[in-house]
């Protein structure tokens, strides 16, 4: 924020009181409102999200093994790809979340690389979305780097990412790498039923609209639709 501006913060925020409900806060489920919560939280002018908790009750990122449950590739994926320019994005399904920021820097800082992310969550039980991006009225045709991430069931702990399941190295207990799909320009962005994605466009036309210019502010007229 500029120099003598306050801070905005949500602390302690966890997806159930009372150390969560096992079965629900700790299994895919949850994700949908984690990472609604941040979209959310993040286009009304919140800096920090203070997450309850890393270790501990039925709503940790990690289980009591301190392995991850869905909420860690939740984060991760967000912070490793939404930077901390936020442009306003609509849906027009009130079953489609859909949120947009300025893509982070590949090397994991702060600053744009030019890029533009989105989030797209699909509460819908049975109906794929499929997502035209446009500024304006104008469709944005962009090369995609696509982070699909479904699950078995929602009460399951289990993750895909690409339909990858993700999980730490057993010997050494790494985290795998989190590899993009790669799509040309003009490919439908479809979001399966009762699943999230990440996707990163970036073309000349992402550049020509003055999104995300790697120096200054996002321009706050910009709306994806």
């Known amino acids: 924020p500029a120099k003598g501006r306050s801070m905005l913060w949500a602390g302690e925020a966890g997806g159930a009181y009372n150390s969560g409900q096992h079965y629900v806060t700790d299994t895919f489920l949850s994700s949908f409102w984690y990472l609604d919560e941040l979209g959310i939280f993040a286009s009304n002018g919140h800096h920090v999200f203070c997450r ?3 270790v501990g009750g039925h709503y940790g990122l990690l289980n009591s093994y301190h392995r991850p449950l869905p909420d860690y590739w939740a984060s991760l994926l ?3 790809l939404m930077g901390a320019r936020v442009l306003r994005a609509r849906s027009p399904a009130p079953s489609l979340r859909a949120y947009a920021h300025c893509a982070r820097a590949e090397e994991g800082e702060d600053n744009t690389d030019g890029r533009v992310a989105l989030l797209l969550i699909n509460l819908n039980k049975a109906v794929p979305a499929t997502v035209d991006v446009a500024v304006g009225r104008d469709t944005l045709a962009a090369e995609q780097q696509v982070y699909l991430v479904t699950s078995p069931s929602l009460d399951s702990i ?6 990858e399941v993700l999980q730490p190295d057993s010997k050494t207990g790494a985290i795998p790498a989190l590899k993009p799909m790669l799509r040309p320009a003009g490919t439908p962005i479809v979001v ?5 994605m990440f996707v990163t466009l970036a073309s000349a036309e992402v550049a020509a609209k003055g999104l995300c210019a790697r120096d200054g502010p996002a321009p706050m007229s910009a709306v994806l639709e």
């Open 192 to 196: 399966p039923p009762l699943s999230y």
């Open 78 to 80: 967000w912070r490793r």
């Open 52 to 54: 309850q908790t890393l």
């Open 158 to 163: 289990q993750v895909r990412l690409n339909g």
